[in-house]
């Protein structure tokens, strides 16, 4: 193990530029590349790196958070470098105090054949229109690994899932759970209907609660942006339903909404 380490003693070191300043220039929408960032994330990151789609470039470490993620690191290529660093040294090149110690940089591998094309027949999806929290985002990618959604469609609008926050606090679920970010959330949504999913979109004011609706095999959830919801064209052209909740209340956190929707759909189609 201690032959692969690479020591940095300079912030400056070109090798380790990649993760300069993180906090203010993210490396979201560069190339498909990303930071991950936590013990969590990069052993979920190795993983996805062995046949899941995406690549380990290279690894930056705090200097005593080596031997806690030692079993993690023999799992890379021995071509991935591993860079080790003290705590001041580390602190100058990410611009701030990191107390997690961990940090990667991975790159999303472009797949040629649609998302659409490649989900099995009996089929649950999320879609995200206009999700612009990374928080949310995040959380939607977790809520969506817990009760086996086999994918999330976000729309052009929404967030970048691979930024650094949505990534941690998906805790790696970005990682596992495949996804497609491209055009309006309407256009979207008639794709999977012309695939033969039944959309639902999710509203305080829906028409179904969401413990009634029917199991079929092709489902897809539809949730939109804090405050104004999903698109009008949206609502008024698919089923909606609702969460039953307390009067005087306008509506849920997305991120909570979206967790407790998939599991009445997940639970309807025994998917748990």
């Known amino acids: 193990m201690a032959s692969r380490l690479v020591a940095i003693e300079s912030a400056d070191d070109p090798r380790i530029a990649d993760f300069r300043d993180i906090r203010e220039r993210d490396l979201t929408g560069r190339q498909n590349r990303f930071i991950a960032e936590g013990t969590v994330v990069l052993r979920m990151l190795v993983e996805a790196s062995q046949g899941g789609g995406f690549v380990t470039e290279k690894v930056l470490l705090l200097r005593n958070r080596v031997d806690g993620v030692a079993p993690i690191l023999e799992r ?16 100058r090149i990410v611009g701030f105090h990191l107390h997690r110690g961990v940090l990667a940089l991975g790159r999303r591998e472009v797949v040629e054949t649609e998302l659409i094309d490649r989900l099995p027949e009996r089929s649950l999806v999320l879609v995200g229109c206009g999700i ?19 994918a999330i469609f976000l729309d052009e609008t929404s967030c970048d899932p691979l930024y650094r926050k949505a990534l941690r606090v998906s805790v790696g679920s970005v990682l596992r759970v495949p996804y ?66 307390s009067a005087g209340l306008d509506s849920l956190n997305v991120a909570t909404a979206t967790g407790i929707a998939l599991f009445a759909m997940s639970s309807a189609a025994k998917l748990i």
Do not use: C
């Open 132 to 150: 612009s929290n990374h928080d949310n985002a995040g959380s939607m990618f977790r809520n969506a690994a817990a009760f086996k959604a086999d």
């Open 76 to 91: 890379l290529p021995h071509d991935v470098p591993v860079y080790v660093a003290a705590a001041e040294v580390l602190d």
């Open 180 to 245: 497609e970010r491209k055009g309006t959330g309407l256009d979207v949504l008639t794709r999977l209907a012309a695939n033969g999913f039944a959309i639902w979109t999710l509203s305080p004011r829906g028409e179904a609660d969401i413990r009634a609706i029917p199991p079929t095999e092709r489902m897809a959830l539809a949730v939109g942006t804090e405050g104004e919801g999903l698109p009008p064209a949206v609502l008024e052209r698919f089923h909606s339903a609702r969460i039953p909740q």
